[in-house]
């Protein structure tokens, strides 16, 4: 790709977009502003009040250094055997990556019955086996997973370092925690079979792991008996049903 071509990808108004870059099918992601520190300092407070580590922000640091920072975890990540984006092409203000495939939550959202559980599954077995290598995710929501036609998942999304304020194992537990916040919604009218899965998750985790997850859940507790007003958003529905099924598979 000649620079002139890779300039007019950079000038568009768009922090992440894909592209046709050597003949291949990439992704551009271009440097951008950290959060303000307030919003940091808010979520830590919460997580103190609430007594749930896990909740504690990692500092997303923007620009230059979120690019820098992604690099340097994609090539640990690689290192390591987890199905990440290549590196293409770095620089200070973008990176160029691999496409690994197709956005896996729309994936799991479009499935239904046995095909959603089973892609559930292979998400949880995926985490597993990368925290078995002594790996750690970031913002491990479904969001940041790909699926190809395989049905391989990949992971993306790395400007962060959960090392900065968690431990190994409290960040191994993390992946699992925001994991499970951004599917469980999904099983509402799969309920008993949701709670085999996971218990049968859980019984086969570190115990380390495990107790840091119960000690969230168990942290937030209280937030089930708040009535789902409508000004709290859709978010928080699904939050009370994940803490619920959460609770009866940890606690029996």
Avoid at 95 to 114: C, I, P, W
Avoid at 131 to 138: G, I, R
Avoid at 159 to 185: C, G, H, N
Avoid at 224 to 234: A, D, F, M, V
């Amino acid at each position: 790709m000649s620079e002139q071509v890779l300039s007019s990808y950079l000038s568009k108004p768009v922090v992440l977009q894909q592209i046709s870059y050597d003949n291949q099918l990439c992704w551009l992601k271009k440097a951008k502003p950290a959060h303000p520190a307030y919003l940091y300092a808010l979520l830590n407070f919460c997580a103190r009040v609430l007594g749930a580590p896990l909740l504690r922000a990692v500092p997303k640091k923007g620009g230059s250094f979120a690019i820098q920072q992604e690099v340097t975890r994609l090539k640990a990540l690689k290192n390591q055997g987890v199905n990440v984006p290549s590196i293409i092409k770095s620089h200070s203000d973008y990176l160029v990556m691999s496409h690994l495939g197709d956005n896996f939550q729309q994936a799991l959202e479009s499935s239904r019955g046995k095909v959603r559980l089973g892609l559930f599954k292979k998400a949880l077995d995926a985490l597993k086996s990368i925290h078995d290598s002594n790996a750690y995710l970031s913002q491990a929501f479904c969001r940041n997973m790909v699926i190809d036609a395989h049905d391989k998942l990949g992971f993306i999304d790395f400007e962060d370092d959960p090392l900065d304020s968690l431990t190994l194992d409290q960040a191994k537990a993390r992946d699992i925690v925001l994991f499970l916040l951004s599917t469980v919604y999904l099983f509402r009218d799969q309920r008993d079979d949701l709670i085999t899965i996971l218990k049968q998750v859980f019984l086969h985790t570190d115990d380390v792991i495990t107790a840091a997850i119960f000690k969230t859940v168990k942290s937030l507790a209280v937030l089930r008996y708040i009535p789902s007003w409508r000004c709290l958003g859709r978010e928080f529905p699904r939050l009370k049903f994940t803490l619920s099924i959460l609770s009866q598979c940890l606690v029996s």
